[in-house]
């Protein structure tokens, strides 16, 4: 027998955080990654990038996420008009970042239930703030 301690690295390990992001611009995409970089909260990130509204369905129809990040400026198909559908068909669905063209369009994330908004251009701190709020620790009653 050893008297050293073993430490169980599988116990510790936090659960992913599995963020889908949608916008049909490339550069959105990787704007958003970077700034929310590879951790929140501590918890690995792992990311699923689409940029059609029917890779948004069938992913969300057919995989758990902690959270969607929907570009509401996307051409063709809106992440707005994605997260209002999501909302209505998808029983539990996630909770959704929505990204705005402008600070006024906060209204029309309310419209299509997001739970969160962000405007264009996108501040790197904004955006990670805006994320870490979703995986943020509850607060633990004393």
């Not at 510790?12 to 049909?24: C, E, F, G, N, V």
Request: glycine share 4%.
């Amino acid at each position: 027998m050893s008297d050293v301690a073993k430490h169980d690295e599988s116990a510790a390990t936090p659960p992913k955080a599995r963020i889908l992001i949608y916008s049909d611009d490339r550069n959105v995409r990787e704007k958003v990654r970077f700034a929310v970089g590879s951790t929140t909260h501590g918890r690995p990130v792992e990311w699923l990038e689409t940029a059609t509204h029917a890779a948004v369905i069938e992913a969300v129809e057919s995989q758990p996420f902690d959270l969607l990040i929907l570009d509401g400026e996307a051409a063709k198909v809106g992440g707005m008009g994605i997260c209002r559908q999501i909302k209505h068909e998808i029983y539990a669905a996630p909770p959704v970042l929505l990204l705005v063209g402008r600070p006024a369009d906060a209204w029309l994330a309310t419209w299509s239930e997001a739970e969160a908004a962000v405007s264009h251009p996108l501040d790197p701190f904004v955006v990670r703030d805006a994320v870490d709020e979703f995986f943020a620790p509850a607060a633990q009653a004393s």
